[in-house]
T-cell receptor, first 116, second 112 residues
């Protein structure tokens, strides 16, 4: 079974530029998550989708971050404009159905973003 | 927001030794999870705990869900070089939009 795919794996941009990350979840997984992992920290949830609807985006900096999952499968996360403090690994995860209560999240390899 | 205090921050051990790490919180969690993250990869689930007092094993790994629901520990017995990595605890919040809250991780180094 293929895992969660993410691209690109690495991205280097200058501050104030825009960047987009792509995630393809495990086939059949209804729930998709984007996490931000700053060096030396654990992942922090940015946004959670159930199919193509947003379940939780309370920790997403909405002035510069946006995410969509239009057809309920792939998702993109965008940062516009980027700041130095956005340098982090952005992890995508998916799960079968978060409402089940014992759902397991499977993580992709992440995109390492460096903002100069 | 809810925070998990994970300790120790890092450990340096010899191959064959046992390892113990723990996680505490001021908040109650419904579920405790332990993940391992290798360099350049995403976290991989090791053990999930769903009930206060539960003790669960996965090979050489053993984890327990604290009775107060505010803590958990992970033990690794007879460590081997491939145990190297960062171990994260995570708690699932109660009610509403249940989400994972991660600790800061314990970096494990195993000397052969």
């Amino acid at each position: 079974e293929a895992g969660v795919a993410q691209s690109p794996r690495y991205k280097i941009i200058e501050k104030r530029q825009s960047v987009a990350f792509w995630c393809n979840p495990i086939s059949g997984h209804a729930t998709l998550y984007w996490y931000q992992q700053i060096l030396g920290q654990g992942p922090k949830l940015l946004i959670q989708f159930q199919n193509n609807g947003v379940v939780d985006d309370s920790q997403l900096p909405k002035d510069r971050f946006s995410a969509e999952r239009l057809k309920g499968v792939d998702s993109t996360l965008k940062i516009q404009p980027a700041k130095l403090e956005d340098s982090a690994v952005y992890l995508c995860a998916s799960s079968l159905n978060w409402a089940s209560g014992t759902d397991t999240q499977y993580f992709g390899p992440g995109t390492r973003l460096t903002v100069l | 927001g809810q925070q998990l205090n994970q300790s120790p921050q890092s450990m340096f051990i010899q191959e064959g030794e046992d390892v113990s790490m723990n996680c505490t919180s001021s908040s109650i969690f419904n579920t405790w999870l332990w993940y391992k993250q290798d360099p350049g990869e995403g976290p991989v689930l090791l053990i999930a705990l769903y009930k206060a007092g539960e003790l669960t094993s996965n090979g050489r790994l053993t984890a327990q869900f604290g009775i107060t629901r505010k803590d958990s520990f992970l033990n690794i017995s007879a460590s081997i070089p491939s145990d190297v990595g960062i171990y994260f605890c995570a708690g699932v919040t109660q009610g509403g939009s249940e989400k994972l809250v991660f600790g800061k991780g314990t970096k494990l180094t195993v000397n052969p």
